[in-house]
């Protein structure tokens, strides 16, 4: 069953059970499902404490491209993650502002660095770059941001939430890369607008990066094309920049047919974050020290 952090009411204990449900009878990504999952997270009121910050990693690229299908030709296990933007202060949904994913494929490779391979530890790209001159990087970021080989954008997007404060990414399921547990990277922008080249004006207010759990990934390690993945993969509780605090660290809320992860998941978070503030994700996380070990170029 889904369990939401934080007090929730009776609907909310209601649309989790609904979820389960249509994730035992069906594609755990179906609408069902879906609709399950939100409304749950809309029926708990309770106020949360800050989603932790965490760096912006190396493989960031400031595309702007707005889609809820950021998969492409990727495969892998089906992956919706239902995102969920709230003011930490008021409890309100943040309401048109933008939020951004990107993340590996099944073999641990980030698109616009498949000639760095799986997390700069060698590696096979899926395929040649195509030609012309990479996109230049945005500059700047924690983890010592690398320059891309490419112009590829598979699993990457950007969408502006609604007045729920909700978006919702259809993706794959992540891979895994030398010296990191799976995770997706994420930021949410405020104070800006979406234009015709993208999204314009605003700051990053939050920069985090979102985790699986244990049990779920090792469910994928045998099935294709996950199975072909060869690099020793890095647990969660071994990963140097997971804070270990699960839904305020990232950790999202998992649903999925236990028997069957293969049909799809649902990874649902609500991030509760100071609008106002402004959190690039350049260097350490504030309010805690840096990692143990150097993040670059495995971030």
């Known amino acids: 069953m889904l369990v939401l952090g934080g007090a ?142 490419d112009d590829l954008t598979w699993l990457r997007g950007i969408q502006m939430t609604d007045h729920q404060g909700f978006v919702t990414f259809r993706t794959v399921f992540p891979g895994w890369y030398t010296g990191r547990a799976v995770h997706v990277h994420t930021k949410v922008h405020t104070g800006g607008a979406r234009t015709r080249d993208g999204y314009s004006g605003g700051h990053t207010c939050h920069t985090g990066q979102f985790y699986f759990a244990e049990d779920a990934v090792r469910a994928t390690e045998g099935i294709a094309p996950y199975s072909a993945n060869t690099t020793a993969r890095v647990t969660l509780d071994k990963d140097m920049l997971y804070p270990g605090t699960g839904t305020q660290g990232g950790l999202l809320k998992l649903v999925h047919d236990r028997r069957h992860i293969e049909r799809g998941v649902i990874g649902y978070l609500t991030m509760a974050v100071d609008p106002a503030a402004t959190h690039d994700g350049d260097g350490p996380p504030p309010g805690g020290p840096a990692p143990s070990a150097p993040p670059s170029p495995a971030a």
């Open 8 to 149: 929730a009411g009776a609907a909310a204990l209601a649309g989790a059970g609904a979820v389960a449900h249509a994730a035992d009878r069906q594609s755990a990504t179906g609408a069902g499902a879906l609709d399950a999952v939100k409304a749950a997270a809309s029926a708990s009121d309770a106020c949360m404490r800050l989603t932790t910050e965490q760096i912006e990693g190396p493989y960031y690229i400031d595309h702007a491209l707005f889609r809820t299908d950021v998969t492409e030709d990727r495969t892998g296990i089906p992956l919706v993650l239902v995102l969920r933007a709230i003011d930490s202060a008021t409890c309100k949904p943040l309401r048109d502002s933008a939020v951004e994913i990107w993340h590996c494929d099944a073999s641990g490779v980030y698109s616009g660095y498949t000639q760095t391979g799986n997390g700069g530890g060698g590696g096979t790209p899926p395929g040649p770059p195509p030609s012309g001159p990479p996109t230049p990087p945005p500059g700047g970021g924690g983890g010592g941001h690398q320059t891309p080989t």
